[in-house]
């Protein structure tokens, strides 16, 4: 069983940055991939970024791109979503997931973290 324990939102203006933080703990090749989410009030849950332990190779929504950055650290066990240039938009609880594959991430995530709460105001 993988645990994933998401930190580090809270209620920032725009233009801000913030950093996200997962740490994973029970790691097995189920979870070969981890990723982050979001969703917004009123809308579906959406990919953001994943990024592979081995190797580090990285994916991104179009909407983050360019502003977003998933980066790890294998010896923490912990996977981070640098945020700049914050929007209003980009409100949202961001989720923590964990899959074998970058497309099985991306489609159907094996675990989930309970989420951490990021609020951009204007």
């Known amino acids: 069983q993988v645990q994933l324990v998401e930190s580090g939102g809270g209620l920032v203006q725009a233009g801000d940055s913030l950093r996200l933080s997962c740490a994973a703990s029970g790691r097995t090749f189920s979870s070969s991939v981890l990723g982050w989410f979001r969703q917004a009030p009123g809308k579906e849950r959406e990919f953001v970024a994943t990024?592979?332990?081995?190797?580090?190779?990285?994916s991104y929504a179009d909407s983050v791109k360019g502003r977003f950055t998933i980066s790890r650290d294998v010896a923490k066990n912990t996977v981070y979503l640098q945020m700049n240039s914050l929007q209003p938009e980009d409100t949202a609880v961001y989720y923590c997931a964990a899959g074998p594959s970058s497309r099985l991430v991306r489609s159907s995530p094996l675990y989930w973290g309970q989420g951490t709460q990021v609020t951009v105001s204007s």
């Open positions: 990024i592979t332990w081995n190797g580090g190779a990285t």
